[in-house]
């Protein structure tokens, strides 16, 4: 470190502080002492009751040449940065200003430090867990990462220098972009930009504290004027009901479909860069419709994969039963009952038998699929992420968004025959929505066609590209 760290400004600096003359110099150093021995004392203290005492001794080291622990406490009750200042007050002028400029670099390095230190202990207080991202998935798709507000993201993509269209693939419940594996490689083979994601809570993105003060700053609900909406679900060709849909997560939590349609229109305003065509499975295709309302600028056209009908959702549930449901999504999140269950279902035996049930095919039901959708289950924070999630009982339903106004996008919806999650009814009767242009059912697959009978959606999708490469081709 320099002698003088007048040494270290620059021509305009330092003819900035010669133009100081006289008493107004004295007071400036005068107020400068009485500054720093405020800010430095104040730092101390804070960085103290962090428990940064290794941190702040190697600092301490760095500053003054010496050893000092955290422990040696001066008798004035100062610590050493602030007591070394206070003794320099009986020190001239000249004296503490050749000193107090030789520690200019290194009261900075203290407090930018102290600032990027106190960051993290905020970022500690909702982070649960960051993921270690392995290099690829399963079939050698390499896995990158992007920071969305602060928070870690995994994604994945092929053919990004294809001049085809760009595709983003979004996830079903609880699953992660691995799902797409088998998805990826057939579409960018096709010429098409091909990208999957795992939503914030999901896969390998960062586990988060759902309801804390710093989590909800990030949440999609935050900035909105969300109120309960009015809206008709369609139980069939031409049968309507009326309901009142809560927009807000009943927990106020950071995992909500408002949130997961901001990270995805951030990410391909960022990462892709370019419109794109949805695809969304289950949940995901809910999380694609509120993208295309949010940004329908940005949206060419929308694929719904068995879309999440959410018959758990308050307004879909009978009043009878409402309570007991947000009882047992108590009982999971705040009791020994959670840990136990989720312990009890995430080995590999439950994790297979688990998915034997949306999968018609069970031979389809492989190591491979079982490894990529439990591994995340593993990491801590992913209990909490996991019960928060399926505490979601309010928010947007499939019906509420195929009628809003702002989605312009034209869609395609498919499903799998033998599904036993999505109701047939409903689901062969969205073509009432003016949106959707193409109702497509799979024979002999369940609730993850993309996954159990690739080549199907993957021919679909495609054949929806070339749908719409036809209609922008043809004059207005």
């Not at 720093?36 to 940064?52: G, K, P």
């Not at 098409?192 to 390998?204: K, P």
């Not at 593993?378 to 702002?406: C, N, V």
Request: glycine letters at 6%; a neutral charge; proline letters at 7%.
């Amino acid at each position: 470190m320099p002698a003088c760290a007048y040494d270290l400004l620059d021509g305009p600096s330092r003819a900035s502080f010669h133009r100081i003359k006289g008493p107004s110099k004295k007071m400036t150093l005068e107020r400068a002492r009485k500054m720093t021995l405020a800010i430095a004392s104040r730092l101390e203290a804070i960085v103290i009751r962090l428990e940064a005492g290794r941190w702040l001794a190697v600092v301490r080291a760095s500053i003054f040449g010496s050893k000092a622990h955290l422990g040696d406490r001066r008798t004035t009750g100062l610590g050493p940065l602030a007591e070394w200042m206070r003794v320099q007050r009986t020190t001239p002028d000249s004296t503490w200003r050749a000193r107090s400029f030789g520690r200019v670099r290194s009261l900075a390095a203290f407090v930018v430090g102290y600032c990027a230190f106190s960051w993290c202990s905020e970022l500690q207080g909702f982070l649960l867990h960051r993921p270690k991202v392995p290099p690829s998935n399963p079939v050698g798709i390499p896995n990158k990462i992007w920071t969305w507000r602060g928070c870690q993201i995994r994604y994945q993509v092929l053919g990004e220098d294809n001049s085809g269209p760009s595709i983003v693939l979004l996830h079903g419940l609880l699953v992660n972009a691995d799902h797409w594996r088998k998805n990826l490689p057939a579409l960018a083979d096709q010429g098409a930009r091909v990208y999957a994601i795992d939503l914030l809570g999901n896969g390998y993105t960062d586990r988060l504290v759902p309801g804390s003060p710093q989590a909800k700053n990030l949440s999609g609900e935050t900035a909105r004027n969300l109120t309960e909406v009015e809206t008709e679900l369609l139980l069939e060709k031409g049968v309507r009901q009326k309901v009142t849909v809560p927009q807000r997560h009943p927990l106020g939590s950071v995992y909500n479909i408002f949130t997961w349609s901001e990270q995805v229109t951030d990410f391909v305003r960022e990462i892709v860069q370019s419109e794109v065509i949805l695809v969304g499975n289950s949940l995901g295709s809910l999380v694609s419709l509120q993208a295309g309302i949010d940004a329908p600028e940005l949206v060419q056209g929308l694929v719904l994969v068995n879309p999440r009908f959410r018959q758990e959702h308050v307004s879909e549930a009978p009043a009878l039963a409402r309570p007991l449901i947000s009882l047992v999504q108590r009982l999971l999140r705040e009791t020994w009952l959670g840990q136990w269950l989720f312990d009890t279902l995430k080995t590999e035996a439950a994790v297979t038998e688990i998915l034997k049930e949306p999968y018609f095919d069970p031979s389809q039901v492989t190591e491979e699929l079982v490894e990529v959708l439990r591994r995340p289950l593993l990491m801590e924070g992913a209990m909490e992420s996991t019960f928060d999630i399926l505490s979601y009982s309010t928010g947007p339903l499939l019906e509420q968004l195929l009628q809003d106004e702002r989605l312009r996008s034209p869609i395609w919806v498919c499903w799998g025959q033998r599904d036993p999650w999505t109701p047939m009814k409903r689901v062969k009767a969205l073509d009432e929505f003016p949106n959707v242009e193409k109702l497509v059912e799979f024979p002999n697959v369940g609730h993850c066609p993309h996954d159990e009978s690739p080549s199907l959606v993957n021919g679909l999708i495609l054949d929806f590209l070339q749908h719409l490469s036809s209609k922008a081709s043809k004059p207005a």
